[in-house]
């Protein structure tokens, strides 16, 4: 048995189903990478899609895609860390559509090099900073929806993209590692407040993906790629698949959830290369039962 290659997709390029039809999501941060990918599924599947980001340009590259691929979508520009911004951009997006019934939390604010120091070198006033408008990405959209949604009666999902880094820490990410913890444990609290109006909450955290900022083109062959039980990297697919799944009536009874696409890596105690009788895993299954043997 082989390992499995690394998998690159366009994001753009999806054939839907309808699952979202009649349905508004509103993705944050879909200028690029992960959020592209999510907002052109989500329109793929026929959702009408708001591409809010910080960057014009991005977010209309988006929507163009989304229209040469006969989907629906408006560019909403905007800083989703500010709530007062918040409310723009939902009053915006409720101009076109009437409403929004499916919330995609994906934005992150770098503010400087805050995310990225060690410990003992971040600043308490740009923990501060930073701690408050990252958190405030996930709850003032969340709550702007929830309240417009719950007066209306109606039923509505909310889908926060985490990281690993949320339950198994990088080294000198303190700040990314915490508002990340920050965010599911926001998922699990606000799913069980949420759940006796419709609205459902959950989480995907994705593993590493291959992106366009850091391609990460890993063969089989790369450590890296060898430290994953499925031997590749994830894909952007592979996380708006996620993402769709949890904004699809398929997961009417999920709420409250971390779902992990990461090809294994949270399942696994230890990397291969540190497991005392499988330092590099099987390479076809001649070899399967030899290493049992030894």
Same mark, same amino acid.
């Given at each position: 048995m082989t390992r499995v290659p690394p998998v690159f997709d366009s994001p753009d390029v999806v054939v839907g189903h309808g699952q979202l039809v009649g349905r508004v999501a509103l993705v944050t941060g879909a200028g690029r990478n992960i959020g592209r990918g999510i907002a052109c599924r989500l329109a793929a599947e026929g959702a009408s899609v708001a591409v809010s980001d910080i960057d014009e340009g991005a977010a209309k590259d988006v929507v163009e895609?989304?229209? @040469?691929a006969g989907g629906t979508a408006t560019a909403?520009?905007?800083?989703?860390?500010?709530p007062a @911004?918040?409310?723009?951009? #939902?009053?915006?997006v409720e101009d076109v559509y009437g409403r929004v019934d499916a919330l995609v939390n994906n934005a992150y604010a770098r503010i400087g090099a805050t995310s990225f120091k060690p410990f003992l070198q971040v600043d308490v006033a740009d923990w501060q900073a930073f701690m408050a408008a990252n958190t405030s990405l996930? #709850?003032? @959209?969340?709550?702007?929806m929830s309240r417009t949604l719950?007066?209306?009666g109606a039923p509505g999902t909310i889908v926060n993209v985490s990281s690993h880094g949320a339950a198994r820490a990088h080294r000198e990410h303190i700040p990314?590692?915490?508002v990340k913890g920050a965010m599911e444990s926001f998922t699990r609290a606000v799913a069980v407040d949420l759940a006796p109006w419709g609205i459902r909450a959950n989480c995907v955290r994705p593993g590493s993906v291959s992106v366009d900022c850091e391609r990460m083109d890993w063969g089989p062959d790369d450590v890296r790629s060898t430290q994953i039980p499925m031997g590749r990297p994830g894909s952007v697919a592979d996380v708006a698949s996620a993402v769709l799944y949890l904004t699809s009536a398929e997961s009417a009874y999920v709420t409250g959830q971390i779902f992990n696409v990461d090809g294994g890596m949270a399942a696994q105690a230890r990397a291969p290369q540190v497991e005392p009788r499988w330092p590099a895993g099987p390479t076809n299954l001649t070899d399967f039962p030899a290493r049992l043997l030894h």
């Open positions: 895609a989304i229209h @040469t909403v520009v905007g800083d989703a860390s500010h @911004t918040v409310d723009r951009i #939902f009053d915006a996930f #709850f003032a @959209t969340s709550q702007r719950a007066l209306a990314y590692d915490s």
